[in-house]
């Protein structure tokens, strides 16, 4: 009697424990000067498409959800030492960081673009940058880019923990050009006053060998449960219209991308 009494308090405490994970808040890590994908508000407060998105999932999921403030390099680190459970910060889907970490589906796609001073011509990044500074955020996809591409070819490539501080460096004169997500320029650099006199030159950048499949929610290797809740939440905001309602808050196209 003793041992199956023994066995019922271990059942019910292993159902204890699992009613407990299941209460426990989703940590959700973030960079948050990304605009108008992240940034705090005025009043301190996490803003942006990817904050709304990564909200409106946990609602669907119906689970309690915590942002986690980290810079963009140091993402994947707090992941692997479970400081978070999962990033959702604009992070491209690639082959290089599928040896780190898993991802959900998609959840937008946009391409990067080149930025410089307004009347700059661009033909061929690799023959035009030559001997010229480029800035783009450090770990990103840009970064790959440029070290694949552009430090092979001459061009010497300057990184910053924010797309932001590149940003500046460029209006101050110290680097020629930015690289980075289209959208991203575009909302946080040239509709704002300190984006007066640049422009986007040059070609569209889509190599899937540097900017991947799509944006995507980074989870640890091998934790398919959540990655699989989340997959199913994007799924159902993408159905019921919700993902339309935060895309249109934001943007005048469709930023998920072609199917």
């Known amino acids: 009697m ?10 019910l405490s292993a159902i204890t424990a699992m009613a407990h994970a299941d209460d426990k808040p989703v940590r959700i890590g973030i960079e948050a000067a990304y605009p108008p994908f992240s940034f705090k508000t005025p ?10 998105i990564g909200n409106a999932l946990c609602e669907e999921m119906k689970v309690k959800c915590t942002w986690v403030e980290q810079e963009f390099d140091g993402l994947i680190p707090a992941l692997k030492v479970r400081k978070i459970d999962a990033i959702l910060s604009s992070m491209t889907i690639t082959d290089e960081r599928k040896k780190s970490v898993d ?6 796609n946009t391409p990067a673009r080149y930025v410089m001073k307004e009347g700059s011509a661009l ?26 591409e552009l430090t092979p070819a001459g061009v010497e490539v300057v990184r910053y923990n924010s797309q932001q501080e590149a940003n500046m460096d460029l209006v101050a004169g110290r680097v020629n050009a930015v690289v980075a997500d289209s959208v991203n320029l575009d909302d946080g650099f040239l509709k704002t006053d300190a984006g007066k006199g640049f422009a986007f030159v040059g070609p569209q950048l889509t190599d899937e060998k540097y900017f991947g499949e799509g944006v995507g929610i980074a989870v640890r290797k ?4 959540l990655a699989g809740k989340f997959n199913a939440a994007i799924a ?3 159905a019921n219209g919700k993902y ?16």
């Open 103 to 108: 991802f959900t589906n998609k959840y937008y």
């Open 123 to 148: 033909n061929d990044p690799l023959t035009d940058l030559k001997g010229k500074k480029v800035g783009v955020l450090r770990g990103s996809t840009a970064d790959r880019y440029a070290s694949g």
């Open 236 to 238: 159902a905001l993408r």
């Open 2 to 11: 003793k041992k199956f009494a023994l066995l019922g308090a271990l059942a």
């Open 244 to 259: 339309k309602q935060v895309q249109d808050k934001y943007f005048k196209f469709d930023v998920y991308g072609s199917n």
């Open 222 to 225: 091998g934790d398919s449960a």
């Open 43 to 52: 009043d301190g407060q996490l803003a942006g498409f990817d904050v709304d």
